[in-house]
């Protein structure tokens, strides 16, 4: 069971939620899955957003159809930031999807949400994702499933201008945030929280993504705002500190994960399994070789400082699962958070979110010891 505190503590950083049963809480570059929220808080500019939402996720469909007989497989990554999807990178580049017999191309897709839109449609055949995008599409009537695991916690920072001495000195001050719903938006509220305030309490300005929310506070236009580990180093080097550390607390929580479909699983079970090992090989070149993963990764973050992505790579270092296994206290917690929005998160149970045969082989074959040296 969730500690009591902590789920109440949860339930409340989400405290507009009541107003419709679409929100859900996503990756860090995900969008909500509808716009009615977005519309009722921000107006009719958010319509335009939502449009083009349905011309990008069309533009994709196009383009990877056009592609289909150059490629076997695609695989979705939702981030360029220097931490979650360099396992990814690493896999492709570091050449452990042909070593496990893929022929998988690599594509770009900047939200979670519209990965596993396209994953449904047919469109890609592997996607990461955060895990409630994944919770979401499922409860949505999705034949999707968790087959693996990256991270299982939630790694957030609230960084700012160095005269915010303490959280409590945040009241009042201006911040640059994400999109509500996103995964950003999520620890944002939940720092907040646990520093005793209330979104209420300061002046939120929707910026975007990591390094434009970044740029607002470093610039001086804004005086705060939520990042991840490579976010914090870069906000640092140029003189911001960190207010409050979300990494710390720890909280079990499913963060990046690869979906796929049940009819991938049910009639490529071959490239499924493969996959699965392909990720597990490139976790163990990323956590063995730094370097290299250092040079993969500059390559796909283009012009990212070094110290940044040494602090995103130091960072998801961390946070890595060395058997790829998802956390089911993770879904447990995010339906307990979906439960009050939306009664079909109430009757979930975690298992049904996640598919371990693959795993569960890898685990019973030795692999995993023989990888790492262990008897």
């Known amino acids: 069971m969730f500690h009591h505190s902590v789920r109440v503590l949860l339930l409340n950083v989400l405290d507009f939620k009541i107003v419709d049963k679409n929100f859900g809480v996503c990756d860090e570059d995900a969008i909500i899955p509808t716009t009615t929220i977005l519309n009722r808080r921000f107006g009719a500019s958010m319509k335009k957003i939502g449009f083009a939402v349905i011309i990008v996720a069309s533009f994709i469909s196009v383009v990877l159809s056009r592609h289909n007989a150059l490629a076997k497989s695609y695989l ?28 998988i191309e690599l594509v770009f897709v900047s939200s979670s ?15 990461s994702a955060g895990g409630t995008a994944a919770v979401n599409g499922k409860l949505a009537g999705g034949d999707i499933a968790i087959i693996n695991s990256l991270g299982n916690t939630l790694p957030y920072y609230i960084i700012g201008k160095p005269e915010i001495k303490s959280p409590e000195d945040m009241r009042g001050r201006s911040a640059a945030v994400h999109l509500p719903g996103t995964a950003a938006d999520f620890a944002f509220r939940l720092g907040l929280k646990t520093a005793g305030l209330n979104i209420k309490d300061v002046k939120t300005v929707m910026v975007g993504g990591s390094s434009p929310r970044i740029a607002a506070v470093k610039t001086g236009q804004l005086d705060f705002t939520v990042v991840t580990g490579s976010g914090k180093v870069e906000g640092e080097k140029a003189g911001l500190k960190v207010i409050v550390d979300m990494a710390k607390m720890n909280l079990p929580f499913q963060f990046t994960c690869t979906i796929a479909t049940g009819k991938m699983i049910r009639e490529n079970p071959a490239e499924v399994r493969g996959l699965v090992r392909a990720m597990v090989d490139a976790l163990h070149f990323y956590r063995t070789r730094k370097e290299d993963v250092l ?9 990212m400082s070094r110290s940044a992505l040494e602090g995103g790579y130091d960072s998801f270092n961390k946070l890595l699962v060395e058997d790829t296994y998802p956390t089911l206290d993770g879904i447990k917690n995010i339906l307990e958070i979906q439960a009050t929005i939306d009664p079909k ?5 975690p298992e049904e979110f996640v598919d371990l045969r693959f795993l569960d082989e890898l685990k019973k074959s030795g692999y995993l010891n023989k990888l790492y040296g262990r008897s």
Not at 345 to 349: I, N, P, V, Y
């Open 76 to 103: 979705a990554y939702i981030s360029q930031s220097a931490d979650t999807s360099a396992p990814y990178w690493v896999a492709q580049d570091g050449g452990f999807f042909k070593k496990h017999g893929l022929d």
């Open 113 to 127: 949400v519209m990965a596993t839109q396209s994953l449904m449609a047919g469109d890609i055949q592997f996607t």
């Open 295 to 303: 040079q993969i990764m500059a390559k796909y973050t283009r012009g």
């Open 345 to 349: 998160a109430a009757k979930a149970r």
